[in-house]
């Protein structure tokens, strides 16, 4: 083939101009990496890391008399990568869910293989960052309600107090999570969740008020040196029996050198020897809270124009009035006055006959009589249902609402959200832990924890307690929760808030969104 100079010429043309163009885009692909990895370095390098999903094999026992063999015991774990934007900040977080072995301090010998979930920010230095362990009561519950519906990054809306809410209830991302303010440790009590005790120990050595609190610390502990966390802020949040073992729990831990900066008791029952359910007594310190119940319903007349006001008013009431005349009733069966029998009617909306007939009036009947033919809820009483209704079958209607729905979540968020799968099934509560309870404490046939929280606060002044109250919580009323930590004295890191609400405080949005807000504070506020 002859070339022609007019070919060789349009044949270099053509070259030389493939090259110009090769370079131009050479150089554009180098500035737009380098304004990527300038402007918006997250992008590039803070990918998360790969999930590691976990399938657990072991078969779990949650009887009294059951245990794990020390070669069943690990502490494996799933770990998940997510993100949450929290008032237009993303905030990317590390959940893991597993076993953590809780040791005896004093011969390092295994006690229990104890299930946690811990959301964790990441890129946080966590000398500085706190952490905080939450736990629900019973005895004998899991952490789900907390878990699934307080502040951790994802929650289970109820519509609460409503109970027309259709099923299943959403599962959403939590902008009330805390998140944004601390990491969280979501611990299940032994012969919950998928936590078991360790041979030769079995779970019953661990139902019982100082056992229990003890592998709790023990627990904790581990958790703070596996994780570098001893230098953290550290937090304890229980609620209902959970605040009892907080006091227990919070002593013990600052008896063994772990410091900590705050406490939250919510929904609190912290001597059960000052509680009418328990000690047979009055149940004057019950009545503010009937008074909050009756004013939801319209029945208070007049109507009190603020919740706050009113039960202020009712505290003074029983102090003065009510608590007197049911301390002679019960002393010498001297009878009400007609006009304590109508004050006691316009304060609350229990009808006068009934005031009568139950001058000490308990919750229980309470609950049966203010509306007729409804039954009112335990834990939240401004649920209601109709007597003879499904939602009324198992007494409680607020605690019926709620129990299969977070059941359900639960078994399906541990292996598609945080990617744990198990053989066993989450152990949401155990009814055979509190027959099996050792409930005596510092000699008394009940527990009395306000001295071990006053030793708490002796060891650490700086030590702060938050207490969290619901007005409309009949099981653990929070007028009786005031005078309890009332004979704490004058202390200057005591706080008490009040909410309107239940026993499960978070799941009345309005309520949720104004704990976050004190709960911040709370968290900003130590020193």
Not at 33 to 49: F, I, K, N
């Amino acid at each position: 083939m002859n070339i022609t100079c007019e070919d060789y010429m349009s044949i270099k043309r053509k070259l030389l101009f493939g090259l110009a163009v090769s370079l131009q885009l050479c150089a554009l692909a180098f500035a737009a990496h380098q304004a990527l990895a300038q402007e918006a370095p997250d992008a590039v390098m803070a990918r998360p890391p790969a999930d590691q999903p976990y399938n657990d094999k072991t078969l779990y026992g949650f009887g009294a008399g059951d245990a794990l063999a020390a070669a069943q015991v690990t502490e494996n774990a799933a770990i998940t990568h997510n993100s949450i934007s929290i008032n237009g900040k993303t905030i990317r977080y590390t959940a893991t869910a597993g076993h953590l072995t809780a040791a005896d301090p004093k011969t390092g010998k295994p006690e229990a293989s104890i299930f946690y979930v811990a959301y964790t920010a990441d890129k946080q230095n966590a000398g500085k960052r706190p952490v905080t362990f939450f736990y629900n009561g019973g005895p004998g519950s899991s952490s789900v309600w907390l878990h699934l519906g307080s502040f951790s990054p994802k929650r289970i809306v109820t519509g609460d107090p409503a109970t027309t809410q259709p099923l299943p209830f959403p599962f959403v991302d939590n902008k009330q999570s805390l998140i944004d303010t601390t990491d969280m440790v979501f611990i299940d009590a032994v012969g919950t969740g998928f936590s078991e005790a360790i041979s030769p120990n079995t779970n019953q050595t661990f139902w019982g008020v100082d056992s229990d609190a003890a592998v709790f610390r023990d627990f904790i502990t581990r958790y703070l040196n596996v994780n570098h966390r001893l230098e953290s802020p550290k937090y304890l949040y229980g609620e209902s029996y959970g605040t009892p073992r907080t006091d227990v729990l919070a002593n013990l831990l600052e008896m063994g050198g772990t410091k900590l900066t705050g406490v939250v008791l919510q929904s609190a029952i912290l001597n059960y020897n000052s509680n009418a359910d328990f000690n047979g007594g009055s149940y004057g310190p019950y009545f503010p809270g009937y008074a909050a119940v009756g004013a939801y319903f319209n029945l208070v007349t007049p109507p009190p124009a603020n919740l706050t006001t009113f039960a202020k008013q009712m505290r003074t009431f029983v102090a003065g009035i009510y608590e007197p005349a049911v301390d002679a009733f019960l002393a010498s069966n001297t009878q009400p006055s007609p006009n304590l029998l109508n004050q006691l009617f316009f304060n609350s909306g229990y009808p006068v006959a009934l005031w009568k007939t139950d001058f000490n009036l308990d919750e229980t009947t309470f609950r049966y009589n203010l509306i007729p033919g409804s039954l009112l809820g335990r834990y939240d009483g401004r649920v209601v249902a109709v007597i003879g209704s499904p939602l009324a079958a198992d007494g409680d209607p607020s605690s019926t609402l709620i129990t299969q729905p977070f059941t359900d979540r639960m078994n399906d968020y541990l292996p598609h959200g945080l990617k744990y799968t198990a053989v066993s099934t989450y152990n949401i509560e155990n009814g055979d832990t509190i027959q099996d309870w050792v409930w005596t404490h510092d000699g008394l046939y009940l527990p009395d924890t306000i001295p071990d929280l006053a030793a708490a606060i002796y060891q650490n002044p700086k030590l702060k307690v938050l207490s969290e109250n619901g007005y409309h919580d009949l099981a653990t009323p929070f007028y009786n929760t005031e005078l309890d930590l009332g004979r704490l004295g004058p202390i200057s890191g005591l706080q008490i808030t009040h909410y309107r609400g239940g026993h499960m405080i978070y799941l009345f949005d309005p309520s949720r969104l104004l704990m976050k807000g004190d709960l911040v504070r709370y968290y900003d506020s130590r020193s």
